[in-house]
């Protein structure tokens, strides 16, 4: 079955074409690298993929439900972690990720385990504002996990990562479909089986990893 | 139902629980509420035969510029942290998190009352009663309920500090008009309190169905 399928998927800022009749097809469990130079429109294909953003046009599927008209009962199927962290400073790491247990109506006893998995519990009881950058990605991607989302869209999560950030990534996308942003391509060679090039907002072609990287 | 109520409850926490660790509104609001009394008392030149009339309108204006810094704050922080984009990303429903956004603002706009209507009391000699306590905070209800649906709105643009109280200030006339009258009974000018509290309680019941309709909407784009 597929996880995602869109159709020319445009998004248009006023007179500035952002993604231009974009297509992509994945099937359930594969992982996605959308590669591109800076303004390529990667970051705007994922905020799509998260029910972040509408498209201007298009058609977009995610496990069979209309991502825009659905995108309600899809967003307990999606994990996001954007370019800024989007924590709460004055809360500890288990405090933020308390909170968004609430919000996502799942049990509190995730989060020790969370913290867990990425690495944080030793600063679990640390205001999220004095955690280093690196430490505060890896708690945005606990947060994006903590739901057991089905879907992971991932924009440059590597970026503040430390050396161990490849094995993260990798634990956390394991048994999921997942839509990863990087510049970095031997890391996209690692965790992605299919790759798609993106400039000025057109996908230049998709393919596995090999073809694309090489 | 339940869902919504424990949403709410989590993101008024979380606000609240940030505020006590910062402090970063409540005492300057405090601070800025007992200025604009002591700036009043001697510009107005206040004594015992004028201070029921002229007391009523300068709580009001503190009230609501002490309140535009409160509601604006309530969603400007959320957009500087990047934080309000994953909290909608969850099945939430977009009401509950402004209720809970809503809820925790006007607490702190109460924090900031409960030394401004002692300040004003000391200040300018007014008397310092429940009718006066209630009056303002029935008020409060909805004006946080419409300070916030602003803020929400604005909160996505630059000159936000510029357009809230454009848009927000309009709309909270009917409170400061039955408010000021009920504040006035309260402290002994003649007049009917419960008709002008009658009508306070009437605007939040409208302003609170209105904005939670309009949350939605303003939230989930």
Not at chain 2, 13 to 20: A, N
Request: hydrophobic share 55%; with cysteine; proline share 4%.
């Amino acid at each position: 079955m597929s996880a995602i399928v869109a159709h020319e998927l445009t998004q248009r800022y006023g007179s500035e074409v952002a993604l231009d009749s974009v297509d992509l097809a994945l099937d359930q469990g594969e992982h996605l690298a959308v590669l591109g130079d800076n303004g390529a429109g990667k970051t705007t294909l994922l905020r799509i993929l998260a029910t972040a953003a509408r498209p201007t046009s298009g058609r977009l599927e995610i496990f069979g439900l209309d991502a825009v008209r659905e995108r309600k009962a899809l967003r307990a199927r999606i994990g996001f972690v954007a370019h800024a962290p989007g924590l709460y400073p004055a809360l500890s790491a288990v405090e933020n990720l308390e909170f968004f247990c609430a919000l996502h109506d799942v049990d509190r006893k995730r989060v020790p385990e969370t913290l867990d998995l990425v690495g944080l519990t030793d600063v679990a009881r640390r205001p999220a504002g004095r955690l280093s950058r690196g430490e505060q990605q890896r708690l945005a991607i606990g947060r994006a996990v903590l739901h057991g989302p089905r879907l992971l869209v991932l924009d440059e999560p590597d970026a503040s990562l430390d050396s161990g950030g490849p094995d993260l990534l990798a634990s956390v996308m394991r048994d999921r479909t997942v839509v990863l942003a990087t510049h970095d391509h031997a890391l996209a060679n690692r965790l992605c089986q299919r790759t798609v090039v993106l400039r000025n907002g057109r996908s230049l072609g998709a393919g596995t990893r090999l073809r694309v990287v090489r | 139902m339940n869902r919504s109520i424990a949403v709410a409850y989590a993101v008024a926490r979380k606000d609240l629980t940030s505020e006590w660790r910062t402090r970063e509104l409540v005492p300057a609001l405090g601070q800025f509420v007992v200025l604009a009394l002591v700036i009043a008392n001697f510009g107005f030149q206040i004594d015992s035969r004028n201070a029921t009339v002229i007391a009523p309108g300068v709580l009001w204006l503190a009230l609501v510029f002490a309140g535009l810094v409160a509601f604006g704050r309530a969603f400007a922080a959320e957009r500087e942290q990047a934080s309000l984009e994953a909290m909608l990303l969850t099945p939430a429903s977009a009401a509950a998190i402004f209720a809970g956004k809503a809820i925790a603002a006007a607490l702190l706009l109460i924090a900031c009352e409960a030394v401004l209507l002692p300040a004003l009391s000391l200040l300018f000699g007014t008397p310092f009663n429940a009718e006066l306590v209630a009056a303002v905070l029935i008020a409060t209800i909805g004006m946080a309920a419409l300070g916030c649906l602003f803020a929400a709105i604005v909160a996505r643009v630059r000159s936000r500090e510029v357009l809230l109280p454009l848009l927000t200030l309009p709309l909270w006339i009917p409170f400061i008009v039955a408010g000021g009258q009920a504040v006035q009974v309260a402290m002994g000018a003649s007049g009917n309190y419960n008709q002008a509290v009658a009508l306070l309680i009437d605007f939040d019941i409208l302003f609170l169905v209105l904005t939670s309709l309009a949350a939605r909407f303003v939230l989930d784009d």
